[in-house]
């Protein structure tokens, strides 16, 4: 399935829009699927925010946002893999990979998400306070607050991405971090604003915007922010340059040459939806003559 379907050239990589509208195409319905794990590997950090909210118990807080934090590490390190293999095109299947990303990151991903836990779990309590409170807080506390949590959003979005990607120290990944925002500070401002709005679009029109959650919620703001930022991040850290050798150039020319005996595609080619072009370029020519 793809969200796209046009006379656009997929055989190769495309830059701007039409490179969106082609990750959109290849990858989009797969990291919707992982959305849903992610949405459900949540819940046990949301209900406990919830709980020590309804309860005014910062005692419960703290240890409820920590273990469900843990919980949700290796859900949310899962979909940041998917993101970064369709990113670069990366072969295989997306549950192999779903698979293959857990056992690879669960344990690396468990205290980070703690951590991440913890703050969520804090600004939604201190959210609420300031809400809920009778006099309203200053302005100044206010930007504070937002000022906090947006530095979250800006550690995490450059965080998640390296411990998927490369065995490192925290201390590597934080200084990678700072120095790319010295770097490049106005698109990793632009994906921090992404991120940010898609949070504050989902909490203020809540509590319609929790049907959205389940299949946008995760997915959707963190390719948007990682795409925004992936050019300069590859650059800088040379992802594709490392990964090229283990995983074969997907757009190279000998990925398009069919042989004699390729005239089927198998099907799990078409569930596959990542890196078999041929399966892609025959559906795309079927439907140029019109819309179904």
């Given amino acids: 399935m793809a969200f796209f379907r046009d006379d656009t050239d997929y055989t190769h990589r495309q830059t701007g829009f039409a490179r969106y509208k082609q990750l959109m195409s290849f990858y989009g319905f797969n990291w919707l699927r992982v959305n849903l794990f992610t949405a459900a590997g949540a819940l046990p950090l949301a209900a406990?925010?919830?709980?020590?909210?309804l309860t005014s118990s910062l005692l419960l807080l703290l240890p409820?946002?920590?273990?469900?934090?843990m919980i949700f590490g290796p859900f949310l390190a899962g979909l940041v893999d998917?993101?970064?293999?369709?990113?670069?095109?990366?072969p295989g299947n997306w549950?192999?990979?779903?698979?293959?990303?857990?056992?690879?990151?669960?344990?690396?991903?468990?205290?980070?998400?703690?951590?991440?836990g913890f703050f969520v779990g804090l600004?939604?309590?201190?959210?609420h306070i300031m809400g809920s409170a009778k006099i309203a807080p200053s302005l100044s506390?206010?930007?504070?607050?937002?000022l906090s949590a947006a530095v979250v959003v800006w550690f995490s979005t450059l965080y998640w991405p390296q411990l998927v990607l490369f065995q490192q120290s925290f201390v590597n990944r934080a200084r990678n971090a700072l120095l790319f925002t010295i770097k490049h500070s106005v698109r990793v401002l632009a994906a921090v604003l992404i991120q940010c709005v898609w949070i504050a679009l989902i909490v203020l029109l809540a509590p319609w915007t929790i049907v959205v959650v389940p299949?946008?919620?995760?997915?959707?703001?963190?390719?948007?922010?990682?795409?925004?930022?992936?050019?300069d991040l590859n650059r800088d850290l040379r992802i594709e340059e490392q990964f090229m050798p283990i995983?074969?150039?997907?757009w190279a020319e000998d990925q398009f040459e069919q042989g004699e005996n390729d005239g089927d595609v198998p099907q799990d080619v078409h569930e596959d939806g990542t890196r078999r072009w041929e399966a892609l370029l025959r559906d795309i020519e079927a439907n140029k003559g019109g819309r179904p």
């Fill in 48 to 53: 406990g925010i919830l709980f020590a909210i």
């Fill in 95 to 116: 549950w192999k990979n779903y698979k293959k990303s857990w056992k690879q990151n669960w344990r690396s991903s468990l205290l980070p998400g703690a951590f991440l």
């Fill in 141 to 146: 506390t206010v930007l504070m607050m937002l």
């Fill in 82 to 90: 998917g993101i970064m293999r369709g990113l670069r095109d990366a």
């Fill in 64 to 69: 409820l946002s920590l273990i469900g934090g």
């Fill in 247 to 250: 995983e074969g150039d997907p």
């Fill in 215 to 231: 299949f946008l919620g995760f997915w959707f703001p963190i390719f948007l922010a990682q795409y925004r930022i992936y050019d």
């Fill in 123 to 127: 600004f939604s309590f201190m959210f």
